[in-house]
């Protein structure tokens, strides 16, 4: 039975999946699926609510198992297709990978709520405050990735990418100026090389390209934002 992927190219987490998919030649079929929304189509429909009783994206169906959360499904494509390129059979690789994950929530993915969000998703009535703390975080966090995460290796901390970088890029990578400029990141050159490395993978190009017409969006209204400060 062909896996089926709840979601859309927009979502940061459901692009995660679709990149690591793409990038193994893996079968697919993505089932569009609305961030939010109740009506039929939408994740917080009672029919997706079944599968996903938190009502968002991505949802991964394999032969009527249904597992949610992006890095689960990551991680979990990676043990049932043999994906040890990006997730090692070595404990102590799939250790640092965790490290990552565990990081993840609470840091990177704060990028997105912060600047991403409030303009593609008004229905989460994000407060101004939630908005700043989530913007002071996302400064924190590339100059961890500049100094921890990227310090000694080109990927995050290891030689190779893993499903920690294939993660972590979606919540950065969209903030490039070619993307929806959201984020200054030349004082970061680990990073801006990271990025690099990233996109010359595999299933970036096919993950991302349902995505362009989102960026080009945002893009414009954060600008138009900006003027009007």
Request: aromatic fraction near 10%; glycine fraction near 4%.
């Amino acid at each position: 039975m062909v896996l089926k992927l709840y979601g859309v190219p927009a979502s940061q987490p459901v692009r995660a999946c679709l990149m690591a998919l793409e990038m193994h030649s893996e079968p697919y079929e993505l089932v569009m699926t609305m961030p939010g929304q109740k009506k039929e189509g939408g994740s917080r429909h009672p029919s997706m609510l079944e599968k996903n009783p938190f009502g968002n994206v991505p949802v991964l169906e394999d032969d009527g198992f249904f597992l949610y959360e992006s890095q689960a499904i990551l991680a979990y494509l990676a043990k049932t297709r043999g994906w040890k390129d990006v997730y090692p059979d070595d404990p102590k690789a799939q250790a640092l990978i965790d490290i990552y994950f565990n990081y993840h929530h609470t840091n990177t993915r704060q990028i997105t709520i912060g600047l991403f969000a409030p303009i593609a998703r008004p229905d989460l009535k994000l407060t101004e405050a939630q908005q700043a703390s989530s913007q002071k975080v996302a400064q924190n966090v590339l100059k961890q990735f500049e100094e921890i995460f990227l310090a000694r290796t080109p990927f995050i901390l290891s030689a190779t990418p893993t499903i920690a970088d294939i993660s972590a890029y979606q919540e950065i990578g969209q903030c490039q100026e070619k993307y929806c400029n959201l984020l200054n990141l030349s004082p970061y050159p680990k990073v801006q090389a990271w990025l690099v490395a990233v996109e010359q993978l595999k299933g970036h190009e096919e993950s991302h390209a349902a995505a362009l017409r989102v960026f080009a969006f945002i893009k414009k209204a954060a600008a138009a934002k900006t003027s009007k400060l």
